[in-house]
């Protein structure tokens, strides 16, 4: 998803966000998310 896609989806100030690791786009996303204020739920692990 390229980043300004990522803007726009934060720009309608969701309630929050659900962040699964993978990318650095990802990373952005929960970073963008956190600065807006907006609530970021982060899963971490290997999924086993």
Do not use: C, H, Q, Y
Request: no cysteine; net charge negative; glycine share 12%.
């Amino acid at each position: 998803m390229p980043v300004d896609a990522l803007n726009e989806e934060l720009a309608v100030m969701p309630s929050g966000v659900i962040v699964f690791p993978g990318s650095s786009i990802t990373d952005n996303l929960g970073d963008k998310a956190r600065r807006s204020g907006i609530n970021v739920w982060e899963l971490k692990g290997d999924g086993a």
